[in-house]
T-cell receptor
Framework: EAQVTQNPRYLITVTGKKLTVTCSQNMNHEYMSWYRQDPGLGLRQIYYSMNVEVTDKGDVPEGYKVSRKEKRNFPLILESPSPNQTSLYFC?????????????FGQGTRLTVV | AQSVSQHNHHVILSEAASLELGCNYSYGGTVNLFWYVQYPGQHLQLLLKYFSGDPLVKGIKGFEAEFIKSKFSFNLRKPSVQWSDTAEYFCAVNGNSGYALNFGKGTSLLVTP
């Protein structure tokens, strides 16, 4: 089954404690992206990757890092989480947005930073 | 920069009522347009998409949307909503020259029995 898998689904952490949210897709997609969803703000793009070792900032990259060492994986790293990063995070993948295909989304990770 | 505006943040309808959710975007070039739905506690799922051709596109679950290029709009419609349509709806736009998928702020739809 084609899917985008995020882990963990729920996470509560303390300020400053480094964490990683994993994202994996089994569709051999080139394009992957991370979004955060906040009430009243919709989804905002954090980082995206066009292919292995190629990443770029989205609209709200501050406080986040990503890496793309393998095509299927695109982890989101919070080196020093802060309470304003409490949010619902979604990973998405697409074969190529520029070639008229839609994005597929993971189940989401609800992160609380206290 | 691209932006996407959804006019209604909260909509309450009775079952069998007709639905129209507005979406406007600001982007001068060729665009790809999407509507996604997010049921409570779930991830985003694609309802329908427009890339080219017939500006009236049909999606899943009886939804349709019309692309009006002159108005920069891509409104979502459904003739008769059901209780199971209660969800949040997001319009999204991708400019053909970019890699970003820009979302509107979403419209929360509540359908009452």
């Amino acid at each position: 089954e084609a899917q985008v898998t995020q882990n963990p689904r729920y996470l509560i952490t303390v300020t400053g404690k480094k964490l990683t949210v994993t994202c994996s897709q089994n569709m051999n997609h080139e394009y992957m992206s991370w979004y955060r969803q906040d009430p009243g703000l919709g989804l905002r793009q954090i980082y995206y990757s066009m292919n292995v070792e190629v990443t770029d900032k989205g609209d709200v990259p501050e406080g986040y890092k990503v890496s793309r060492k393998e095509k299927r994986n695109f982890p989101l790293i919070l080196e020093s989480p802060s309470p304003n990063q409490t949010s619902l995070y979604f990973c998405a993948s697409s074969s190529n947005l520029r070639r008229y295909t839609e994005a597929f989304f993971g189940q989401g990770t609800r992160l609380t930073v206290v | 920069a691209q932006s996407v505006s959804q006019h209604n943040h909260h909509v309450i309808l009775s079952e069998a009522a007709s639905l129209e959710l507005g979406c406007n975007y600001s982007y001068g070039g060729t665009v790809n347009l999407f509507w996604y739905v997010q049921y409570p506690g779930q991830h985003l799922q694609l309802l329908l998409k427009y890339f080219s051709g017939d500006p009236l596109v049909k999606g899943i679950k009886g939804f349709e949307a019309e692309f009006i290029k002159s108005k920069f709009s891509f409104n979502l419609r459904k003739p008769s909503v059901q209780w199971s349509d209660t969800a949040e709806y997001f319009c999204a736009v991708n400019g053909n020259s970019g890699y970003a998928l820009n979302f509107g702020k979403g419209t929360s739809l509540l359908v009452t029995p």
